[in-house]
C-alpha cells in the first residue's frame, strides 16, 4: 500500500499497491494493482531511492510515496527536470516510442529498415526515441565507437554490414551497461543508493584529446543537434 506527501497527486494513490517495476524506453515505469501505473522520467538529474523507516530525507526530494511498512521511495531531482506521471488503465502514453534496442523485434534487418532513405547522421538517429527507444547520448557514442561507425554518417547511407555491426554494438554496450547498473558519470545512483560502474568502461565519452584504446590516436569533440559526442577520426570511417 503506497500514499504520497503530495497531497493533490497522493489522493489519487492512497490505497494502491505496486504491483511490478518495469521500463519503456527511458522511463521507469511503476504498475500498481489497480492497472494504473506510475510513469517516471528521470532526465538529466532525476533520482528513486528506496530508503528504509526512519531514514533522513533525501536530498532535493519532490515526491515521496510513503508504503504501510514505514518504508518510502523518494524521487528526488536537484535540477527538477524530472516527471512523475499517473497514467491510467489502457491509456497509450508510450504511442510515440519506437522499438525496444534490446527486444526481439529488434533485428538487424529492423535497424536497417527503419534507417532506410535516412539522410540524419547515424548518431542523431540513435538518439530519436520515436525510431528507438531508450538509447541516450553516452551509448550512442560508445556503440558507434564499438562499430567503428563516423556519427555524421547519414543513417540511409550505412551498408548492409555495418548496420549489423551497429546492431550488435548497440546491445553489446547497453547489457553490459545494464550489467553495471548504469553510467554514473556524474551523480547518478541507483534504487538502493549505489552508483553504477559503466563509467569505468566508457572508451569515448567525455574523453576529448585522450588516446584512442583502438588506434592510440587522439579522441576528438563534435557537437550534433545540441548534444556533444565523441569519437575517433582514425577508427571511425
Request: aromatic share 8%; proline share 4%.
Amino acid at each position: 500500500m503506497l500514499a504520497s506527501r503530495r497531497p493533490s497527486f497522493g489522493k489519487q494513490l492512497a490505497g494502491d499497491r505496486i504491483a511490478d517495476v518495469g521500463r519503456r524506453g527511458k522511463y521507469v515505469v511503476i504498475e500498481l494493482a489497480s492497472g494504473r501505473s506510475l510513469v517516471v522520467s528521470l532526465r538529466m538529474t532525476g533520482l528513486l531511492i528506496v530508503q528504509p523507516q526512519g531514514a533522513p530525507r533525501y536530498p532535493y526530494t519532490n515526491v515521496i510515496l510513503e508504503f504501510t511498512d514505514g518504508t518510502r521511495l523518494a524521487f528526488a531531482d536537484v535540477r527538477r527536470f524530472g516527471r512523475m506521471r499517473l497514467v491510467q488503465k489502457d491509456e497509450a502514453w508510450d504511442a510515440q516510442l519506437g522499438i525496444e534496442p534490446l527486444s526481439k523485434a529488434f533485428s538487424a534487418q529492423a535497424l536497417g529498415a527503419l534507417m532506410r532513405g535516412r539522410r540524419t547522421p547515424v548518431k542523431v538517429f540513435l538518439l530519436d526515441q520515436r525510431r528507438i527507444a531508450g538509447v541516450g547520448n553516452i551509448y550512442a557514442a560508445e556503440a558507434l565507437w564499438e562499430a567503428g561507425i563516423k556519427p555524421t554518417t547519414p543513417a540511409g547511407k550505412l551498408s548492409t554490414e555495418r548496420i549489423a555491426r551497429l546492431h550488435a554494438a548497440l546491445q553489446k554496450v547497453l547489457r553490459k551497461a545494464i550489467d553495471m547498473r548504469g553510467t554514473s558519470a556524474r551523480d547518478y545512483v541507483d534504487a538502493d543508493g549505489l552508483a553504477g560502474g559503466f563509467q569505468n568502461e566508457l572508451r569515448v565519452y567525455g574523453r576529448s584529446d585522450e588516446a584512442c584504446p583502438r588506434c592510440g590516436k587522439p579522441l576528438v569533440r563534435t557537437v550534433l543537434a545540441q548534444r556533444g559526442t565523441w569519437w575517433c577520426r582514425n577508427c571511425q570511417r
